[in-house]
Structure formats: C-alpha cells, structure tokens
C-alpha cells in the first residue's frame, strides 16, 4: 500500500529481527535506508546488525559513521559505534566511544553488557563484572546473568 515509505520497511526489518529473519531484517532495512538516506535509526540499525552478526564492519562503521552526522551525542549510537570497534579488535578506540555513550545513557543495559564485554576481553575481570551486575540491575537478559556466572567460576 505505501512501497515508498522508509518507516514502514525500516519496521518491518525490526520485527523480522525479533522473529530472528536477518536476512530479511536486512534487506527491509537497505530498503528503508535507499528511501530515506537521512533516515539515522535505520543507518544505526543497519550498522549495528552487520556488527552484531561480524559482517560487513567496514560498511557497519560508515553506516553508523552517518547516523551520528545526523544525530551527534546519541548515545545508543556511539554505542553501536564502540561496538563495531570492538568487533574490529579496536579496544582502546572502543573503550573510549563505550564510556561516552554510558555516560549519556547511563542506565542502558546494552550498552553497559558491551563495556562489560569490552573490560573482559581485555582481562580486567573486576571491571566486567561490574557493568555485567550493572546491565542485569538496569534489565539485561539471561545471557548477562550467565556471563556474570562464568566470572564468578574464574
């Protein structure tokens, strides 16, 4: 009914995201960004998937590079920004993007797991473990809880 509407493709990739279709999360979003290129969550949400699932990081950081021209000081955003270094193995760079944005969203629970993630990969123990209780205080997932279990086996 709308084949030019961005928000309505950009919506559909989200929920075939939930329903774990990524390929079609992804085609739906390309489809919502080649609509509206201005279109920042889109650009963020694009980028973040490639990131998640370890494609595409190139294409991932430039995706998310252009969200925050279009939304400067988002924190969810430098949060995918910080992911994608970390992706990268860019751990100093990732650090300091994943400190900003907790810093403007402090209670995140997504952005807390990625620097707990973060402090682990670089074996600072103590320090994941902390953002790890911070996510599961702030509502992260199962997942969380398991990571801070293997922690605590160490």
């Not at 990739?13 to 992804?26: E, H, L, S």
């Not at 925050?68 to 760079?93: A, E, N, T």
Request: hydrophobic content about 40%; aromatic content about 8%.
């Amino acid at each position: 009914m709308a084949p030019e509407d961005a928000r309505l493709y950009f919506r559909l990739g989200v929920i075939y995201d939930r329903w774990n279709r990524k390929a079609d999360c992804i085609e739906a979003i390309k489809t919502a960004v080649r609509l509206d290129p201005q279109n920042a969550n889109a650009l963020n949400y694009l980028g973040y998937t490639y990131a998640d699932m370890d494609q595409n990081l190139d294409e991932a950081e430039h995706l998310i590079q252009e969200a925050l021209k279009l939304r400067p000081g988002d924190g969810h955003i430098m949060d995918s920004l910080g992911w994608v270094c970390f992706k990268k193995g860019l751990y100093d760079k990732s650090l300091d993007i994943l400190e900003k944005a907790v810093s403007i969203v402090p209670n995140d629970p997504s952005i807390l797991e990625h620097l707990g993630d973060l402090h682990q990969k670089l074996s600072n123990d103590e320090k994941a473990l902390e953002f790890y209780q911070q996510a599961v205080k702030n509502g992260a997932n199962n997942a969380v809880t398991r990571k801070i279990e293997q922690l605590k086996k160490h």
